[in-house]
């Protein structure tokens, strides 16, 4: 009966240091396996706080792109490239943090060249070279103002300067053209076209405007002369000029209107036909002669001339003739007439009578008068000048509704205006608008029921369809589906892993059965365990939990070790 220990003492090692091994393996499949699925839970928390990635810059040039990426590294910021690779994605909420800083450092570019390049010139490079990066830098320039307008969103100029020459009639005007690309949904006015062609005119020397070409990307000729002029070749600031005077007419015939008749219930249009040709016109009349006592003097002249010469003046042509006289002289002895004696022949009556009778004829006098009179005419000198912009026609069209009309009931009916309602309405629109009979201008006044608005009712958007509640439930949803998923594995693998390694230490806890004392705790444990005993040197609840262990490492021991298992039984029997 000694030699049966010695069996299994040289027996149990083997299988023992099997088991050892395969336990071993099993505790590092299972450290393996709980270290993946910790792995897979910390991948999936990961993935459900993930952030999400808002677009930073889109479309940028190259070197404008290494630079950002470059800074974002330096400030240690994640982003990562959109799946066309032309923008570049931050998260949503450092979107615009990143925006300023990268602004501050003077990012984007925009890929245009300024006059910077100038700064970094060499030493010692050639007249032709400064030239053409002064030309260079020049078009950068212009294309970085003309983006700066809302509607341009990349714009390019090609300049052709010639060069100077010292001949006249040689001599070149320079050229330039601007391509534009607008922003979708954009367009440029007339007006906005020529501020950019003057923009360039004015910054090139001896540029003139009308070597200046803008073409948009569609290739759209947008400085075209020929249609700068709209209908009736008007400019763009004449119909602009009509337009307002339009909807000014409108505006003040509506509001003259509303009060009687509400807001909503009155319509009104207007045309205007204005001249904004300039006439200039020069008249001078004269009225009808009046009569002379009516009529005013303005000046007046007398001359008045007499001249007296000698009867029978003659003589012979000739020398003696024009000789003076001679002297008279007085006869010394006067004859006495026979007469003289007698009666009256002395007295002064006789005297003057002989002396009348003597005396010498009396000399015609020549008498000239002349006398001017001038006296004022009516005169009348005019000069008129018509300035631009003068209206020649207007024309308006107004329709009113039917009124409301409440009645004792509060029942709200509607009922077309009477003619004197119209005339009022018709007086009011006369004189808002200006309405000048000898003009041609023309007032139509319709009285009609409005068609009521088909507003389309639009639902309210519930709760789940909103844009916003979308954004959040799909960030719940994804920390949901972390969650759920790190429960499933935990549950479904970890778990059991776990519990897997805890019976794996309870098992070596246990007495390793290598000699007699080990076979029979063994097999003692294996017959006592049911009733609930405490077993040889193996604790009452360790006897409890490994029962079924001991059971079947009873039935190994027993078909290896057939000769230990009697000789024990033999003990047990010849003990009692």
């Known amino acids: ?63 404008d792109g290494g630079a950002i990426v470059a800074s974002l590294e330096q400030m240690n910021i994640p982003y990562k490239f959109s799946e066309s690779g032309t923008a570049i994605l931050v998260p949503a909420s450092q979107v615009h943090q990143v925006r300023l800083k990268l602004a501050a450092q003077g990012l984007p570019k925009g890929g245009n060249i300024g006059f910077e390049l100038l700064e970094n010139q060499k030493f010692g490079v050639s007249q032709f070279v ?63 076209v020529s501020a950019i062609v003057h923009l360039v005119a004015s910054s090139v020397p001896e540029l003139p405007i009308a070597n200046v070409t803008v073409v948009d990307q569609n290739g759209n000729l947008l400085s075209d002369t020929d249609k700068k002029a709209g209908r009736n070749n008007l400019d763009p600031t004449q119909l602009k000029y009509i337009d307002e005077l ?50 005013s003097v303005r000046s007046q002249q007398s001359n008045e001339s007499q001249s007296t010469s000698p009867a029978g003046v003659g003589g012979v042509p000739g020398a003696l003739s024009n000789q003076p006289p001679a002297p008279a002289t007085a006869p010394l002895n006067t004859a006495v007439p026979a007469n003289a004696g007698a009666p009256g022949a002395g007295t002064p009556a006789n005297a003057a009578a002989a002396n009348a009778a003597n005396a010498t004829p009396a000399v015609p006098v020549n008498t000239q008068k002349n006398v001017t009179t001038n006296y004022e005419l009516d005169k009348t000198i005019r000069y008129v000048q018509q300035p631009m912009g003068g209206v ?128 029979v705790v063994t097999l003692t444990g294996a017959a006592e365990g049911a009733e609930g005993e405490n077993m040889v040197g193996v604790p009452r609840k360790l006897a409890a939990k490994g029962y079924e262990q001991n059971l079947e490492a009873a039935k190994q021991l027993a078909k290896e070790n057939p000769k230990l298992v009697a000789s024990l039984v033999t003990n047990w029997v010849s003990k009692e």
């Open 392 to 519: 020649k026609r207007l024309t308006v069209a107004v329709v009113v509704n039917h009124k409301q009309v409440v009645d004792k009931n509060g029942k709200v009916t509607n009922r077309p205006l009477t003619d004197a309602e119209k005339t009022e309405i018709s007086d009011l629109a006369k004189q808002a608008m200006g309405f000048n009979q000898e003009r041609g201008d023309s007032l139509t006044v319709v009285n009609s029921s409005f068609a009521g608005e088909q507003i389309e009712a639009i639902p309210d958007l519930p709760l789940w369809k909103q844009p916003e509640n979308i954004e959040m439930a799909k960030e719940w949803l994804k920390m949901a589906a972390g969650l759920l998923v790190i429960f499933l594995l935990y549950r479904k693998l970890m778990k059991p892993m776990m519990q897997k390694l805890v019976k794996s230490d309870e098992k070596e806890a246990l007495p390793a059965p290598g000699d007699d004392d080990a076979a």
């Open 1 to 63: 009966m000694a030699a049966a220990p010695d069996a299994v003492v040289e027996a149990a090692p083997t299988g023992i240091f099997g088991q050892n091994t395969a336990v071993l393996t099993n505790k590092v499949l299972l450290a393996l396996g709980v270290a993946a699925v910790v792995a897979v839970m910390v991948v999936f928390w990961l993935w459900s706080q993930q952030p999400e990635y808002r677009v930073l810059f889109s479309n940028y040039a190259d070197k």
């Open 246 to 295: 339009q909807q000014n007419i409108v505006r003040r015939v509506e509001s003259i209107i509303a009060p009687m008749v509400g807001a909503k219930n009155v319509h009104a249009e207007a045309s205007a036909e204005v001249d904004f040709s300039t006439q200039e016109q020069a008249a001078e009349t004269y009225r009808p002669n009046q009569a002379p006592d009516a009529m």
């Open 130 to 192: 400064e030239q053409v990066n002064f030309q260079r830098g020049l078009e950068g320039e212009l294309e970085r103002s003309i983006q700066t307008i809302s509607a341009v969103e990349v714009a390019r100029i090609h300049l052709a300067i010639p060069k100077p020459s010292v001949f006249v009639r040689d001599q070149q005007k320079p050229t330039a053209s601007v391509l534009l690309n607008l922003r979708p949904g954009r367009m440029l006015d007339q007006q906005q």
